[in-house]
């Protein structure tokens, strides 16, 4: 898949830009209170969908355990819909790119999609077994809202041409596999914390396994971004935090292991165990999007060098 190009850089300001960091910030929060949600098992503590208990917000809700955070989860659902309408106006009247306004109507098709799948197919029809595609598609709409924060971006906007790069195929195609490798691991872990085996190594054992395998990728991106002459920072920045998150997010997993190891005989979730699992989710989500962002900016900024001929030939041609 080709990024969509800079183009005509049209005037949309930074203000649409900023509205689109803060519709990213309301979608992070969603996603961690989401993870809070899985982590106490509350997703089916409110009964029906779309009303909660046959009301916008039932009695005393934010005084009941796991139905504040699950009726939270569903506020902060609704909002986030509302935000992504108001988004699909603003980009119709600021930005006059055709392939930025069909992108819109994409995000606000995901969110509808993503809060049946949600409410009606998590609550009503299938409950348990729509929550990790939930959690899945939650993460990759994070990455589809942070895409559209990107395009929106000054940076993007008025971007140069793409610079010939030695290290451009590579890193192409590292950043590339880094992607689908956070996807796979975010469904991965999804499937394991759903679960209720974080206590058995054999069951964490392939999620661990694949977050080395992560680790690895972010730090080959991270090496070729740094190759790119002049390192510019558009490249280094999210390559360096694809990097050190990468490392980071294999002790925060170490962690939720531990904690859950400590506290999987309990039937009501200790807060330590809630707390480990849902920071781990929560930097997953981040190492996902830097991933992507990274892929966009090296299709924007960087082409491939051309090939030199061998000596032969251009002896030849000159003879």
């Keep these: 898949m080709r990024a969509p190009s800079a183009g005509t850089r049209p005037p949309a300001g930074r203000a649409l830009h900023l509205y689109a960091l803060c519709l990213a910030a309301w979608t992070f929060a969603l996603l961690s209170v989401g993870g809070v949600v899985t982590g106490k098992e509350a997703g089916l503590s409110v009964p029906d969908w779309p009303l909660s208990y046959g009301r916008i917000n039932p009695p005393n809700w934010t005084s009941v355990p796991n139905v504040f955070e699950e009726h939270l989860h569903r506020l902060l659902g609704w909002g986030l819909g509302t935000l992504v309408i108001l988004l699909v106006v603003l980009v119709h009247r600021m930005d006059p790119r055709p392939w930025m306004r069909r992108l819109s109507w994409a995000v606000l098709g995901a969110v509808v999609v993503q809060g049946v799948i949600g409410g009606y197919f998590r609550v009503v029809l299938l409950q348990h077994g729509m929550a990790i595609v939930h959690g899945v598609l939650g993460q990759a709409f994070f990455c589809l809202v942070m895409a559209a924060a990107l395009f929106t971006s000054p940076g993007w906007r008025e971007a140069p041409p793409p610079a010939e790069a030695p290290a451009a195929r590579l890193l192409r195609r590292l950043s590339l596999l880094a992607v689908v490798a956070f996807l796979l691991q975010v ?21 661990a396994a694949w977050g080395v395998l992560c ?7 991270r090496v070729q971004a740094y190759r790119v002459r002049g390192r510019p920072a558009a490249l280094t920045r999210p390559a360096l935090l694809l ?4 490392g ?7 962690g939720a292991y531990l904690a859950n190891a400590a506290g999987f005989e309990e039937t009501v979730r200790p807060n330590f165990q809630v707390a480990a699992t849902s920071v781990h989710q929560a930097a997953g989500a981040v190492l996902l999007a830097a991933s992507v962002v990274l892929h966009l900016r090296v299709r924007l900024l960087l082409r491939d060098a051309p090939v030199p001929e061998p000596a032969a030939a251009v002896a030849g041609r000159a003879a």
């Design 248 to 254: 980071l997010q294999i002790l925060l997993g170490l």
């Design 215 to 221: 680790a690895g990728l972010a730090v080959a991106c």
């Design 187 to 207: 469904a991965i872990g999804a499937l394991v914390r759903h679960s209720r085996l974080w206590h058995s190594l054999l069951h964490v054992a392939p999620h």
């Design 243 to 246: 990097d050190a998150g990468a």
